[in-house]
């Protein structure tokens, strides 16, 4: 299955809500379309480039969806540091069983949530080195898309999850603590 349909797969699967929020890689494809093939000259040898039009439009469109990316990623960690925040209170403060499954059903989905949002990291990520490989396809010129972007991406907060995974490993201790001990 090529990349552009298993990402659709991916973002169906994903929460409705988020599913404009993913990376436009149709759009991006069909920028990469627009630009000139890599041509040659008569020895043999690539022909010097400049950064045409087509490729100006390709570089806006990927600013433009990393920005939405980043946007997302940076909205929803906040989102569950709140979120994490409140349910270290209540774990804390729970009173009795019925209250506690309540406490830990909510864990639960909010762990799955932010799980979810990891998946989203690496679908975009994935997606996002599938359209520079096929820029580089196209105009032979890994150094002016790649060397530009791939050095500010892995920096980019929508690839650093390490706070995601924290928050991940924070929910699953209280779920630990609210658990009751296990006798063999």
Known sequence: MKHGKKHRAEVAKSLPEWRDEFMSYKALKREVKLINPIRFNSNGKKRSR???????????LLARELDK???FYIDKEEDYIIGFRELEIRAENVNGNEEMLELQKEILGFHSEMVMLLHYSVINFAGLMKIVKKHKKRT???????SF??????????????????????????????SPPSHP
């Open 140 to 146: 032979g010129a890994y150094t002016s898309v790649y």
């Open 50 to 60: 400049s950064w045409p039009t087509e490729e100006m439009g390709f570089a806006l």
């Open 69 to 71: 990316i980043n946007t």
């Open 149 to 178: 972007y791939m050095p500010r991406v892995l920096q980019q907060p929508f690839f650093s999850t390490d706070l995601l995974y924290n928050l991940i490993r924070g929910c699953e201790e209280i779920l630990d603590r609210l």
